[in-house]
């Protein structure tokens, strides 16, 4: 089964403080996303990833970069944190495209930021 | 938007009934998947539905598809109480930039 780990379940940071959540996935799998869950929002993309070093934007990208360096390993950045950005944060690796196959999601990080 | 967007919004049911949730979506899809979330965790797959099929089994799940109407639909049978939890559909664009774009959920309660 594929695995997809994301490094903290919790975390609270403060306003201003530049923020990295880590992805890592076990199955090779080329394509990686960033999500955001809200309630009464669902789940937005924020970026995805479908090759080393490459990044596309997502539908709310503003305020949050990507790195992948590595294939098993996609990060997502917060510049300067800010209060909007409280949310759950969920990775997720599919084998195709998007849509193109199911997505694995990691368990999720629980952000607060005070 | 294609957006789907999932019908009810909450259901509680008791355990041994079937749960059925629905889906629909506004344009033109490649294929339609349901997820399921525990409370805290991340989604979890359940099954994807391509255009031209109609319907798809997986254990006690049934999906449907009806393209002419734009809806699916998810079928529990038999539920237990560890199928409470919340179900999203998903839905993939024909698009080449199409993305995958979930609804909001529905919040399915199996009481014992």
């Known amino acids: 089964d594929v695995k997809v780990t994301q490094s903290s379940r919790y975390l609270v940071k403060r306003t201003g403080e530049k923020v990295f959540l880590e992805c890592v996935q076990d199955?090779?799998?080329?394509?990686m996303f960033w999500y955001r869950q809200d309630p009464g929002l669902g789940l937005r993309l924020i970026y995805f990833?479908?090759?080393?070093?490459?990044?596309e934007k997502g539908d709310i990208p503003e305020g949050y970069s990507v790195s992948r360096e590595k294939k098993e390993r996609f990060s997502l950045i917060l510049e300067s944190a800010s209060t909007n950005q409280t949310s759950m944060y969920l990775c997720?690796?599919?084998?195709?495209?998007?849509?193109?196959?199911?997505?694995?999601f990691g368990n999720g990080t629980r952000l607060t930021v005070t | 938007s294609q957006q789907g967007e999932e019908d009810p919004q909450a259901l509680s049911i008791q355990e041994g009934e079937n749960a059925t949730m629905n889906c629909s979506y506004k344009?033109?899809?490649?294929?339609l998947q349901w997820y399921r979330q525990n409370s805290g965790r991340g989604l979890v797959h359940l099954i994807l539905?391509?255009?031209?099929?109609r319907e798809k089994h997986s254990g006690r799940l049934r999906v449907t598809l009806d393209t002419s109407k734009k809806s699916s639909s998810l079928l529990i049978t038999a539920s237990r109480a560890a199928d409470t939890a919340s179900y999203f559909c998903?839905?993939?664009?024909?698009?080449?930039?199409?993305?995958?774009?979930f609804g909001k959920g529905i919040t399915l309660s199996v009481r014992p």
């Open positions: 990833s479908y090759d080393v070093k490459m990044k």
């Open positions: 199955m090779d799998h080329e394509n």
């Open positions: 997720a690796s599919s084998l195709y495209g998007i849509g193109g196959s199911p997505l694995h």
């Open positions: 998903a839905t993939a664009g024909t698009g080449a930039n199409s993305k995958l774009t």
């Open positions: 344009t033109s899809i490649n294929n």
């Open positions: 539905i391509r255009s031209n099929e």
